[in-house]
């Protein structure tokens, strides 16, 4: 797994690794969370991309912010699931992000976004053509820097999940586009990936989809 995404490339403080003892790996389940009472008890190995909050029953490996930034990884899955071609990093301190080479309508680009599965768009600022895409995978429209950082690379669109009140508003002054798909949805074209990556190894590998942690409700008119 350290040489899909080195553990060296993670964002400081994040838990990155293996949790558990010397076992030889035939199975793997992947999960975007661990939830409590998951049937993972099958499988030799549980892959994780986020850290858990609870400790799973069977040794486990967390490939979080390093997949993210990896050449190949979460952010490069995500651009080629909505059919984009990265020609750079969006922050290169980190490795996060990528910028890509648009030239397109909104509408077809939110269609190609409506391929993710998303529960439901949000969109901020919508601007009728596009030139270059921004596609962060999971967290990037909480993250003020990164909104910014995209405005001064002259990034026309931002894709990517956990718009927060602020940083619409912040995009509003700047005039950029933000495409809210959500954490979970703009995160599992990465998982796809990992899966593929993991059976080249030779090793059984599934995912376990536990979806969004929430349902939408939605109010009458």
Known sequence: MNGIAPESLALEGDPVGYHGPDISVESAVIMM?????AVVDGYDLLVLHHPPLLRPPVPYYVIHSNWDVADGGACDALAEALNLYPESL????TGIGRICSGDIYLDELLERVSGLNP???RIVNPAENIDRVAVVSGFGLSQEDLIIRAFNEEVSAFISGDLTHRCAVLARNLQITLVDAG???TEMP?????RDIIEDFGITADILDTGTPWQEYMAPD
Request: proline share 5%; no cysteine.
């Open 33 to 37: 969370d661990y939830i409590e009472g």
């Open 90 to 93: 969006l922050d290169p301190a």
């Open 119 to 121: 529960s439901s768009i």
């Open 183 to 185: 954490h979970y949805s």
């Open 190 to 194: 990465g998982l796809l990936r990992l």
